[in-house]
Structure formats: structure tokens, C-alpha cells
């Protein structure tokens, strides 16, 4: 079964010159995929008309055309005025789209002291629309629009990212949206994540497996040092796909962490929060990374008390409890420093579980013994414990990226392995 295609365009000067990065684009995306649909190209282009209009008359040609950006009241604003000329459609001033964002203007205009005519041409220039357009109403100033032109229904949404996601689900109950999306089969998705085994042994054992095609499309992608494989199958092909995510299941166990899209740091809080357990970090070349990735999952302070980055040796010492002897026989970045930074914060913060990462970011620094990249985690629970050592590659900020991803999935194991183990 064929299915319709969706073309994102989006648009920005400041995207083409790389001050700001797409955000709208890869949330739209997921979104297509999500809903059936065939993403086929995302487009990132600048506010010069030429560019613009070319990149729409491209897109057009999909079933669905996703716009983000360049509804504001400012002159380099032109997504709007570049739709309707694409379109073949005039454009029109919606005298209620005008009365809102006049509103809106009026109270920005006090707030600011000003005159409210520096505003009124912008107010009018946003009420703007295509002739036939669908208005999803405002988010913020700025009016999302659906236009149906026959061969493609183009949505045009603003370009903040919180903007857009709170006019996203108004075009989805549009008509000619839905319209698209009847004509999508219903896909099934499946979701296997792995840590510890690298891209290509994913890729051999798919192979092995008897590949995608035939309805089922999958994708293997490395994330922050896990390898996800997403299977798409067509209604026909579900049996097909879920024989491959059981091969894969099958020769890759060791490696399997999660068949869900939730983040390790989530994983890790949920394991503890099964025993009763607290948990806090310690941190040295993460710099307070891996307490980020905890305490950005909702509900975190259920179980995480809390972390000590220890960047200098007096503070491994004095806040932590790591020996003297220990950082000058063995080194701040050693399996032994980490153990004690680990056991340290432990006992510090009088937490159940603890893990403590120290290593060497780059790109100075590095020795023959103990080069850019070398870093050692432990973690520790109330009967159990588990060290690693890594080099890992990349530029700092990977290392450090990769240091955290490591420091939450060997704590994840450690839990992991001892989760049925009595209290």
C-alpha cells in the first residue's frame, strides 16, 4: 500500500547560517511517522524569497507539506505571502485573525509605552491569509494556517518550537489533514534499544535475520552511545517485523536494555524506585551531566537526593572522603578514585545506591598511560557494586556526552542484575 507523502520545509535565515538549530523539523518528522505517512525530505531554507519559493513548489509536490516559520509581522517574514503565490491563491485579511492580534498588540504597545500604530501594519500583515485557508488561530502573534490546494495540503506553523507544538494537534483535526491521513495504513512500530555492542554487529544480526523490505522498514541509528532500531511494518507485514525485533531480541540479549523510548536516566530512576532505594552521583569530568539527565526526568526528586561535582582533588578529598593515598598513588582519574568518590557520596549524602564517574575530556591532558578519552565509572548499591573502564572516542564535549551515558547505563545494569534479589 502506498503511502502519502510528507515534505517539511523550514524556514529561517538564521537556520542556513547555523546561529539557531531546527528543532520544528525533527518533531515534525517523528510525527509522520507516527500518523503513517512517507517523510519524504526535510528542507531547511533561508528567508530569501527565490530560495523559499523554490524550496515550496518542491515540497508541494507531496501530499502533505509541513511549513514552520516566517509568520511574523516583520518585513523578512514571507512564508505567507510565498504559500498563497505557489498556491495560485490571493491573499486576504481575516478581519477576526486581525481583531486578536490587534488585542494582543494593544497590551504589548502599553506595556512598552509605545504607540500602537507602530504595530498596526504588522498586526495586518499577520492577519493575512491565502484565500480558502483554514485559520488554527494564534500562538503567540502568529496565525498556523492549512491550506488545501487540490494536489497537497500545506500546514503552516510558526516557528518557535512551543508555538508550533501547541497549533500542531488544531491541524491534525482539520479536514483536509484528515483527509491525508485516512489514506495512511495503520503502521505498527517497534522499538529495540541495545548498549554495549556497536552499530554494525545491529546491522550484521538484521541481516542475518533476512533484512527490512517487503513492508517492514527499519532503521538503526547510534544515540548517545545506544544503538536504536525502530521497525515500521505495514499491517500485511507485522508478523514479518516481529519475527525480525525476535532475532534480534534473540542473538543480541546481552545487549537489550529497553523496548520503549523512555531515557536511561528514567530506566535507572524506576529500578530504584522498585527497591526502595535512593540514589546521588558523584561527578568529575561530567561536570553535574549525569544529575542533568536524572533530574530532567519528572519525579526524579522521588528518589535522587542529590550529587557532588568534584572537579579539583581537594574536593574529591574534602567532600567526598577520597583518600590522599589513593589520589597520589593511583591518580584522580583511576578505577580506585572512582570507587572511592562512589562509596564517598554514598555515605556523604546517605544515599542506598551511588555512581561516580572521573576521567580525562580532552583535549589536553592526556599521557601514554592515560590518554584523552580514558574513563572509569563505578557504582555501588547496598550489596552490590560494579566498576568500567573506557576509552572512549570523540571531541570533549562527545567524551563527556559519552562518560554520562556510560555512568547511567552501568548503574541501570548494576540494578538490573540484582532487582530480584531479596532486600
Known amino acids: 500500500m502506498s503511502?502519502?507523502?510528507?515534505?517539511?520545509?523550514?524556514t529561517g535565515s538564521e537556520l542556513v547560517r547555523g546561529e539557531r538549530q531546527d528543532r520544528n523539523g525533527p518533531f515534525l518528522a517523528a510525527e509522520v511517522v507516527r500518523l503513517g505517512l512517507e517523510p519524504w525530505r526535510i528542507t531547511i531554507v533561508g528567508d530569501v524569497p527565490d530560495a523559499l519559493e523554490q524550496a515550496l513548489r518542491e515540497a508541494f509536490f507531496a501530499d502533505l507539506c509541513l511549513v514552520s516559520g516566517g509568520l511574523g509581522p516583520t518585513h523578512d517574514d514571507r512564508t505567507v505571502e510565498l504559500v498563497a503565490r505557489v498556491a495560485g491563491r490571493e491573499l486576504i485579511v481575516d478581519p477576526v485573525l486581525e481583531r486578536k492580534i490587534g488585542e494582543i498588540s494593544r497590551g504589548i504597545a502599553e506595556r512598552l509605552g509605545r504607540?500602537?500604530?507602530?504595530?498596526?501594519?504588522?498586526?495586518?500583515?499577520?492577519?493575512?491569509?491565502?484565500?480558502?485557508?483554514?485559520?488554527l488561530g494564534l500562538a503567540g502573534t502568529a496565525p498556523g494556517l492549512v491550506l488545501d490546494t487540490g494536489s497537497c495540503v500545506a500546514v503552516v506553523l510558526p516557528g518557535p518550537p512551543r508555538e508550533l507544538q501547541r497549533l500542531w494537534p488544531r491541524a491534525l483535526e482539520t479536514a483536509p489533514v484528515?483527509?491525508?491521513?485516512?489514506r495512511a495504513p495503520a503502521l505498527r512500530r517497534r522499538?529495540?534499544?541495545?548498549?554495549?555492542?556497536?552499530?554494525?554487529?545491529?546491522?550484521?544480526?538484521?541481516?542475518r535475520a533476512g533484512g527490512d523490505g517487503?513492508?517492514?522498514?527499519?532503521?538503526?541509528?547510534?544515540?548517545?552511545?545506544?544503538?536504536?532500531?525502530?521497525?515500521?511494518?505495514?499491517?500485511?507485514a507485522d508478523a514479518r517485523a516481529g519475527a525480525l525485533a525476535e532475532a534480534l531480541r534473540s542473538e543480541l540479549a546481552d545487549y537489550l536494555f529497553s523496548e520503549d523510548e523512555r531515557p536511561v536516566a528514567e530506566l535507572v530512576l524506576e529500578l530504584c524506585e522498585e527497591?526502595?532505594?535512593?540514589?546521588?552521583?558523584?561527578?568529575?569530568?561530567?561536570?553535574?551531566?549525569?544529575?542533568?539527565?536524572?533530574?530532567?526526568?519528572?519525579?526524579?526528586?522521588?528518589?535522587?537526593?542529590?550529587?557532588?561535582?568534584?572537579y579539583g582533588n581537594d574536593v574529591k578529598a574534602s567532600e567526598l572522603?577520597?583518600?590522599?593515598?589513593?589520589?597520589?598513588?593511583?591518580?584522580?582519574?583511576?578505577?580506585?578514585?572512582?570507587?572511592?568518590?562512589?562509596?564517598?557520596?554514598?555515605?556523604?549524602?546517605?544515599?542506598?545506591?551511588?555512581?561516580a564517574v572521573t576521567g580525562i575530556a580532552g583535549p589536553t591532558g592526556g599521557t601514554p598511560e592515560k590518554p584523552v578519552g580514558l574513563v572509569f565509572v563505578h557504582a555501588c548499591t547496598p550489596d552490590d557494586e560494579s566498576g568500567i573502564r573506557s576509552e572512549l572516542p570523540?571531541?570533549?564535549?562527545?567524551?563527556?556526552?559519552?562518560?554520562?551515558?556510560?555512568?547511567?547505563?552501568?548503574?541501570?545494569a548494576l540494578l538490573a542484575r540484582t532487582r530480584h534479589t531479596p532486600v
Not at 503511502?3 to 523550514?10: E, F, G, H, L, S
Not at 517487503?214 to 500485511?236: Q, S
Not at 552521583?281 to 568534584?310: D, M, Y
Open 214 to 236: 517487503d513492508g517492514v522498514e527499519v532503521t538503526i541509528c547510534a544515540r548517545e552511545f545506544e544503538i536504536h532500531v525502530d521497525l515500521l511494518a505495514e499491517p500485511a
Open 191 to 207: 522499538t529495540l534499544r541495545f548498549f554495549g555492542t556497536p552499530e554494525s554487529a545491529v546491522a550484521q544480526a538484521l541481516e
Open 3 to 10: 503511502r502519502p507523502r510528507a515534505a517539511i520545509v523550514a
Open 178 to 182: 484528515r483527509r491525508v491521513l485516512e
Open 275 to 310: 527497591r526502595g532505594y535512593t540514589l546521588a552521583t558523584a561527578e568529575s569530568c561530567t561536570g553535574g551531566l549525569v544529575s542533568g539527565r536524572l533530574t530532567s526526568v519528572p519525579g526524579a526528586s522521588r528518589t535522587f537526593l542529590g550529587g557532588v561535582v568534584a
Open 115 to 135: 504607540p500602537y500604530a507602530d504595530f498596526a501594519a504588522g498586526v495586518r500583515k499577520q492577519a493575512t491569509l491565502p484565500a480558502g485557508a483554514i485559520s
Open 394 to 412: 570523540g571531541d570533549r564535549e562527545l567524551v563527556r556526552g559519552r562518560a554520562t551515558a556510560l555512568a547511567l547505563h552501568t548503574t541501570r
Open 321 to 355: 572522603g577520597v583518600p590522599q593515598d589513593v589520589l597520589e598513588r593511583h591518580g584522580a582519574v583511576s578505577a580506585e578514585a572512582a570507587a572511592a568518590m562512589a562509596h564517598g557520596v554514598r555515605e556523604r549524602l546517605g544515599a542506598d545506591v551511588a555512581v
